[in-house]
């Protein structure tokens, strides 16, 4: 069956972007999905930093020129069993052309996976996305400038043809953000679901364990437990829950607490 491939994407950086898809591809994973993430933020990617893969010195540019297979440029993240396509931190920033995106899809349409992810630049993009993509999930803060960002987002994709979904990140429950009511009547549409403010992100992304593995009992994994189920539901297939796998430092944590 073909990939469903989602493109997480945002109006402006600062909104939690790259967490959510490296969180949402986690938390699809360990339900039993065959998960593949990229980052296609060439100019600032960000997935290694949330998962430890600094030091990757080949990726999707070497996929998308064909100098290089799928099997050379993924890693694996041994913790969840995701597969990751990270980029690369010492090259120069460079745009992908859309016969570089679209030899990307043509790599990955044929592969094994039940879902890629694809972690993209803010703003906006080539043309003929729905040609590439199956949906895109944007990405707001709860801020009046935040959601006014990501709806001008919406219509673009409107226009392409790309369906989408709006999630809210960052919520903190006070009276000065937007209300959900107020927030979806300007994108015209239900969120799909709010994932709170939490303490546990800037730490995970410190400590390279994905905020979803380092404590799954926090309202941040429960949210993104929603989130990743709500993207389950569109896949007709049953598949079986995987067991994490245990790194040294995640047994350490677990053993003073933290997990």
Known sequence: MKPYIIRV???KGGVGKTT??????VALQLEGYNVLLVDMDTVNPSIGFHLGFEHVNIGLKELVTNKAKLVDVRVAHLPSGLHVIPGVLSEKEYILSESMIKTFYNIIINSNYHFVIVDTM???T?????KYYDEALLVSTPELSSV???VRLATWFDKAHLKHNLVLNRFKNKRYELHIDEIEEMYENKIVTKISE?????VSIEMHIP????NKKTQFSKNIKELARFYSSKLNIDVEPKKR??????YILRLFGFK
């Open 198 to 202: 939490d303490d546990i992100v800037p």
């Open 9 to 11: 994407s945002s109006q």
């Open 148 to 150: 006014a960002n990501v």
């Open 20 to 25: 959510i898809a490296v969180n949402l591809a």
């Open 122 to 124: 803010p703003g906006y």
């Open 126 to 130: 080539t043309d003929n996305l729905n």
């Open 211 to 214: 905020a979803y593995l380092y």
């Open 245 to 250: 796998k245990e790194t040294f430092l995640t």
